[in-house]
């Protein structure tokens, strides 16, 4: 697991994760924001009476309304993104990535209102007569090269067929896999379910649900999204309100980390700039996906006769996702203080590493430095090889543990619920459990059987993050206790209806490259996977998600910015008909 961890960080480094990537994405954002003048705040109040249907007309085509097709792309980015994604982009960076967050998006807003209004001005249909659209489509028709003797290079098909490609990796890197993963880690931990049972479970709804195709889907999220939103935003204000005077600390500490990094404090060894801003752009496309071509898909199903103003609608999502959501889980993570407070909890073995040395602190000043500079990669301290001794429970060698960007405390070694004894193998700073290893019949097997009980087990005290921190933060409240129900409940909806929309853009790219025939196989691996994820480690499909991530949004960035004339016409023939339809409003943009 590790190993394969390593190899997937690696890949990330130089593409999801590096700061071209970062660049890109902002500058696509940056650059149309200029281009169409600021369009995320001239068009807002637009954007709201098309949702309306003030803008319809009774022979649009489609298979959805305005608003299904803004749930359902809704429901496709508010996820675990939400939840899981924040609480791990300020456990990495810090306060200021939460301000890298909403920066990103701002200009998003933008991105996903072009992306939107391309693919759906370019959308088919597929042999089974649903709406098939999506990059993909535009990408085919529009990114071909005229060659000067009058031929044309088809390598708009060759960028499509990568994104359709891509698409198919992403709806498990980002709808199926990580969604899955965030739900049963939670449901576990709060309720004590097997991770195995809660993916079974939700595995059959799953495939109850996609069968019946993107008016079921429609259906569905169209009424699970405002419920989800309803119950998440009381618990979260309930946390905020309750550290009311904690409020303006946080505030404080978002705004004054930006040009400094964030500095260590409690267990949080701090973060440098460019890393909050790396961490909070990254969490941030992939809590509100815009660049990343996914919700485009879910849009183009929508009735409408003019694409821009299908844009418009798209232009909402980043808004209400990330901030409006994702602001209220960062305030709730900085006004409780959980964040930087290490907490028993049960280690991830992906994110503990063993080190050759006992003599470090993060009690002293020079001890978090030394620590910290290890963290980034800066300075390296020696990793243990090895075997290191384990009585009554207790580390026996002079070892130092690190999990979770944080000095591991009151380390516990465990063989099912009784202390262990014995010796834990580790190979260059990672422990090496035997059960780590089982095949995959033999992990189903132990999740119902006694032999489940008998897993090595590492527990202490260090930071945590993802879910379980998101979790831990809505104890901080009136509900005490309960609230932790709260994020089980919001995460089991937010992730269930993400998965259920990221099968659809994986069905629509299936139906792109290979015809609608071949869907039923592709949604029958889909379920499978998203069971399979229920026990995976959570690291892994992290990293895996940033990878899938990049994949699409980096031939979609390009296909926008190719068209960018071709967009801007499209606005301004928006416009002209939008005052012709109503020419008593005054005040209306011109382009």
Known sequence: ??????????????????????????????????????PQIRFFKYAIRIVQGKFDKEDDEGDTSHFQALTTALSGTVGTGNIA??????????????????????????????????????????????????????????????TKSGKTIKTG????????????LSSFGTGSLPQINSISNSLFSTFGIPHMVTGLVLAILLAFVIIGGIKRIAKVTSRLVPAMALIYFIGAMAVILFNYENIWPSIQSVVGDIFTGSSATGGFLGA?????????????????????????????????????????VALLEPFIDTIIICTLTGFVLLSSGVWSEKIDNRFQLADLQVLNTNEVSDQTDEGKMTLSDHISGEESLPLFSGQIGVKDGKISSPVTMIHARSLAE?????????LYNGQLNVSNGNIVIKDEHQSLIERIKSQFTQSGNNQIIIEGKSLIHSAPLTAVAFTKSWFGQFGQYIVSIGLLLFAFSTAISWSYYGDRAVTYLWGSKYVIWYHFVYVIGFFVASFVDTTIIWTLSGITIALMTIPNLFGLLFLHKEMKSDVKRFWKE??????????VPQD
């Not at 960028?159 to 891509?166: C, K, L, N, S, T």
């Not at 939008?578 to 409003?585: A, D, G, I, S, T």
Request: hydrophobic residues 50%; aromatic residues 14%.
């Open 272 to 312: 440098t700039i460019a890393f909050a801003f790396n961490r909070g752009v990254n969490r941030g496309l992939f809590s509100n996906e815009a660049g990343q071509g996914s919700a485009p898909i879910a849009h183009a199903a929508a009735k409408a006769h003019e694409p821009v103003s299908e844009g418009m």
């Open 85 to 146: 994604g924040v609480a791990f982009a300020v456990h990495l960076g810090g306060p200021a990535a939460l301000f890298w967050m909403l920066v990103t998006a701002m200009f998003g807003m933008t991105t996903k209102f072009v992306e939107v209004t391309l693919s759906h001005k370019y959308r088919e249909k597929a042999q089974d007569g649903s709406i098939a659209g999506g990059p993909m489509y535009f990408m085919r028709k529009r990114l071909n090269i005229s």
């Open 1 to 38: 697991m590790q190993a394969l961890n390593d190899f997937l960080l690696l890949i990330d480094s130089y593409i999801g994760s590096h700061i071209w990537f970062v660049l890109l994405l902002l500058g696509t954002g940056i650059f149309f924001t200029i281009y169409l003048k600021f």
């Open 578 to 587: 939008y005052k012709q339809r109503f020419p008593e409003e005054k005040n």
């Open 410 to 418: 009151d380390v516990k070694v465990k063989k099912g619920n009784t």
């Open 157 to 168: 098909y060759w960028i499509a067929g990568i994104f359709a490609i891509a698409t198919i």
